[in-house]
């Protein structure tokens, strides 16, 4: 564990209806489900009180890239979100590839006995704990963060 920053993390996995939110403690060991936030203009607020109740260190917002690795319009709203993120908060912001978060939450949700119907509202918040554990699970396998960061200053956004 001699690479891994020390710190709070919060997860965020973008949809264009809802936006799940999960954190893991500061020594990385579990990430956990927060709330599911409806997007709209005041997610972006809510996710920073969420930040603000915590001494965070980061936000990992996952990049859902498709299966080839491109980018798909999903990808470009999870960029403008993650950007907007870190503007309004001045808190760092790594996205990271989440290929698979949203489909491993539904496999874990089914596997526990949960439809997809009564899922609906905590898959989100799922997704975003999948992302963040990858997330922190390869920064303490590999001593690198995973992915990449948005810069602060606004010239290079």
């Given at each position: 564990m001699s690479g891994f920053?020390?710190?709070?993390?919060?997860?965020?996995?973008?949809?264009?209806?809802?936006?799940?939110?999960?954190r893991c403690d500061p020594d990385g060991m579990l990430a956990v489900p927060v709330e599911t936030v409806q997007r709209s203009e005041t997610s972006i607020d809510r996710i920073a009180e969420i930040a603000a109740e915590y001494d965070v260190l980061e936000f990992v917002?996952?990049?859902?890239?498709?299966?080839?690795?491109?980018?798909?319009?999903?990808?470009?709203d999870a960029r403008g979100f993650a950007a907007d993120l870190a503007r309004r908060t001045g808190i760092a912001v790594r996205l990271v590839d989440e290929r698979l978060s949203t489909v491993s939450a539904h496999a874990a949700l089914r596997s526990s006995g949960r439809t997809q119907k009564n899922s609906r509202s905590i898959v989100d918040q799922v997704a975003a704990v999948v992302l963040l554990q990858q997330a922190v699970d390869t920064e303490k396998s590999t001593g690198n963060p995973p992915g990449a960061t948005i810069p602060l200053d606004e010239e290079s956004a």
């Amino acid at each position: 564990m001699s690479g891994f920053r020390r710190g709070v993390r919060i997860g965020v996995d973008v949809g264009r209806a809802r936006i799940g939110v999960a954190r893991c403690d500061p020594d990385g060991m579990l990430a956990v489900p927060v709330e599911t936030v409806q997007r709209s203009e005041t997610s972006i607020d809510r996710i920073a009180e969420i930040a603000a109740e915590y001494d965070v260190l980061e936000f990992v917002v996952g990049l859902p890239v498709n299966m080839q690795g491109a980018d798909t319009a999903s990808t470009t709203d999870a960029r403008g979100f993650a950007a907007d993120l870190a503007r309004r908060t001045g808190i760092a912001v790594r996205l990271v590839d989440e290929r698979l978060s949203t489909v491993s939450a539904h496999a874990a949700l089914r596997s526990s006995g949960r439809t997809q119907k009564n899922s609906r509202s905590i898959v989100d918040q799922v997704a975003a704990v999948v992302l963040l554990q990858q997330a922190v699970d390869t920064e303490k396998s590999t001593g690198n963060p995973p992915g990449a960061t948005i810069p602060l200053d606004e010239e290079s956004a």
